[in-house]
């Protein structure tokens, strides 16, 4: 089973940009689909962006879309999330998830569909 263990949070300026990384340790195929959420004080656990291993077909929510970029490496078993222009609303865990299933783009944004979960990184936007 893939284990995720992001990094790369920290404390950012409005404005600013960050890099997150997430090592799918455990991958054993060319298969299944990793994404990124996030969980601001006080509020549930929300979609950011995911990813298809195989292909690198994409989803963004709306929120992030244009400013977020997430990507993956396959020779490292990474994926990254480019987090740019950043606000005091993009304060949250942000946590990478990862699931063996292919799934179609409308699809990846559902919590549910995803199996492993890591530890979460702290991102705070304040200047």
């Known amino acids: 089973q893939v284990q995720p263990v992001e990094s790369g949070g920290g404390l950012v300026q409005p404005g600013g940009s960050l890099r997150l990384s997430c090592v799918a340790s455990?991958?054993?195929?060319?298969?299944?689909?990793m994404a990124w959420f996030r969980q601001p004080p006080g509020n549930e656990r929300e979609f950011v962006a995911a990813?298809?291993?195989?292909?690198?077909?994409?989803n963004h929510a709306g929120a992030v879309k244009g400013r977020f970029a997430i990507s993956r490496d396959k020779s490292k078993n990474t994926v990254y999330l480019q987090m740019n222009n950043l606000n005091p609303d993009d304060t949250a865990v942000y946590y990478c998830?990862?699931?063996?299933?292919?799934?179609?783009?409308?699809?990846?944004?559902?919590?549910?569909?995803?199996?492993?979960w890591g530890q979460g990184t702290q991102v705070t936007v304040s200047s």
């Open positions: 998830a990862a699931t063996s299933r292919y799934w179609i783009v409308c699809a990846m944004s559902n919590k549910e569909g995803y199996d492993s």
């Open positions: 455990g991958r054993a195929s060319n298969s299944g689909t």
């Open positions: 990813i298809r291993w195989n292909d690198g077909a994409t």
